[in-house]
């Protein structure tokens, strides 16, 4: 099993632009997350899914927007990227809502550079 | 203030040595994690608890409800040990959002 797989590793954008993030999980997950990490500053969720077909917003979601067309992929897209959503962004999967399925499992991380 | 407040910020130490992490935290919590870092940016997930002890390998991970506090501990510390260890809390009755604490570099001398 890849686990939690991220598209691309790393991408240099100029301001405007736009792009998609791709996340995906071999493990039947239901829920999956989108953060990013700041220099200085913990992890913060931008958003995320309880499901195929929802999506919720995080504590970050501004200038974000996300889809769960197919279970074992989350998509992060950026429709005019700034300099400010400059960060290494990660995706992560949990099983369930169960005790014992809490444990959430990381993808590699996408660095991304808005010039 | 921050939610989740984990000390020290940067931690050295000699192989061999036992390591103690703290997190502190100021919310009702159902659920506490500990995370590691790796220096190439991977995060993998080591503890999960709500009280008591959990112990895996040379880490244990301890919980204090009451006094709204938590250790990780890496008894006969090694090189490999090196990186940033996170704390994160999820909240009584918050959502999916996990408080994450601003994590703890720790550096392993041979």
């Known amino acids: 099993n890849a686990g939690v797989t991220q598209t691309p590793k790393f991408r240099v954008l100029k301001t405007g632009q736009s792009m998609t993030l791709l996340c995906a999980q071999d493990?039947?997950?239901?829920?999956m997350y989108w953060y990013r990490q700041d220099p200085g500053m913990g992890l913060r969720l931008i958003h995320y899914?309880?499901?195929?077909?929802?999506?919720a917003k995080g504590e970050v979601p501004d200038g974000y927007n996300v889809s769960r067309l197919k279970k074992q992929n989350f998509l992060l897209g950026l429709e005019s990227a700034a300099p400010s959503q400059t960060s290494v962004y990660f995706c992560?999967?949990?099983?369930?809502?169960?005790?014992?399925?809490?444990?959430?499992?990381f993808g590699p991380g996408t660095r991304l550079l808005v010039l | 203030k921050n939610e989740v407040e984990q000390s020290p910020q940067n931690l050295t130490a000699q192989e061999g040595e036992f390591i103690t992490i703290n997190c502190s935290y100021s919310?009702?919590?159902?659920?506490l994690h500990w995370l590691q870092q790796h220096p190439g940016g991977g995060i993998v997930s080591l503890f999960m608890?709500?009280?008591g002890k959990k112990k895996h390998g040379r880490l244990i991970a301890t919980i204090n409800i009451q006094e709204k506090h938590s250790s990780l501990h890496i008894t006969a510390s090694h090189p490999r040990d090196s990186a940033v260890y996170i704390c994160?809390?999820?909240?009584?009755?918050?959502?999916?959002?996990?408080?994450f604490g601003k994590g703890t570099k720790l550096t392993v001398n041979p």
């Open positions: 992560a999967s949990r099983a369930g809502v169960f005790w014992g399925q809490e444990t959430q499992y």
């Open positions: 493990m039947n997950h239901e829920y």
């Open positions: 899914s309880v499901g195929e077909g929802t999506t």
């Open positions: 919310v009702g919590i159902s659920a």
């Open positions: 608890l709500s009280s």
């Open positions: 994160a809390v999820k909240k009584v009755g918050g959502s999916e959002k996990l408080v």
